[in-house]
């Protein structure tokens, strides 16, 4: 069982999104809509899908290919602006299985080059209503080590709760033992926390274990308390609090890295 909360929506659940929501391509704007809906392809975050009235049909390249799923049939559709173009881009609902859908674009998050709620920007995929990232100050003692050698220990870290993942501690830069840590050019995205400045693997006993540390200097607003401190990956170091040793974290694959190495969510 895990010691902290699981995801609790459900695959396919569809609700509503309060929010202006607008994407652009090639300097385009391909859509603006107060009407989206949130659409849980799978249980840890949602998917937009625009009503195709907000949607710069102009844009859309019918690639003929008529797909059927189990949440409907659709079109597949590229973009083409200029001399950029993207294929496979976009799937137009033509009639649903499931309810709401009819009518409604999905596009690749990928495919579009920005996205965003209101007036700011966002990254990687939409934040879920259903999920809160916390960054509480503590004074109990975190010490983190691998293989028997300590990288860093502090008496002031900062935890991070984020629902469906476990803890993250983040932990003063003078904390932590940079003689065993090996900075690399490995950058990795939240839609929660933003994109990290600092990645560092570890070397210990001759061996070096990939992107096992990171920062974030220029978090966003929500989560300030992290800026500038260093936190690693629970699943693969050995961390205890107070003294006590904690089980390792199962291994946890969400998008995105920029870079090679693995893709474990921070």
């Not at 973009?79 to 173009?85: H, I, L």
């Not at 200097?217 to 006590?244: M, S």
Request: charged share 25%; net charge negative; with cysteine.
């Amino acid at each position: 069982m895990n010691d902290y909360p699981t995801m609790i929506t459900q695959k396919n659940l569809i609700q509503p999104v309060p929010r202006r929501i607008r994407g652009y391509f090639a300097g385009e704007l391909m859509f603006d809509t107060t009407q989206a809906i949130y659409v849980w392809e799978w249980s840890p975050y949602p998917q937009y899908y625009i009503p195709i009235g907000d949607v710069n049909t102009d844009l859309l390249v019918d690639e003929v290919q008529e797909k059927h799923h189990s949440r409907g049939t659709y079109l597949r559709q590229g973009f083409t602006v200029g001399e950029r173009e993207h294929p496979a881009a976009a799937k137009t609902y033509t009639d649903d299985s499931l309810e709401g859908l009819a009518g409604m674009v999905r596009f690749e998050w990928d495919a579009l080059d920005s996205w965003f709620e209101e007036d700011e920007q966002i990254f990687v995929h939409p934040r879920s209503p259903y999920t809160r990232v916390d960054a509480v100050r503590s004074t109990r003692t975190v010490r983190v080590e691998l293989d028997g050698v300590v990288l860093a220990e502090s008496s002031s870290p900062v935890m991070v709760y984020e629902t469906g993942l476990p803890t993250r501690y983040y932990l003063n830069r003078t904390d932590v033992n940079f003689e065993h840590l090996v900075h690399n050019d490995t950058v990795s995205e939240c839609p929660y926390k933003g994109t990290t400045t600092d990645y560092w693997s570890v070397q210990v006993a001759g061996s070096l274990h990939a992107d096992l540390a990171w920062a974030y200097d220029f978090p966003t607003r929500q989560l300030l308390p992290i800026t500038g401190l260093v936190a690693f990956y629970n699943e693969k170091v050995d961390i205890f609090i107070d003294g006590v040793e904690l089980p390792r974290a199962e291994t946890h694959f969400f998008p995105k890295k920029t870079t090679t190495g693995s893709s474990a969510r921070e």
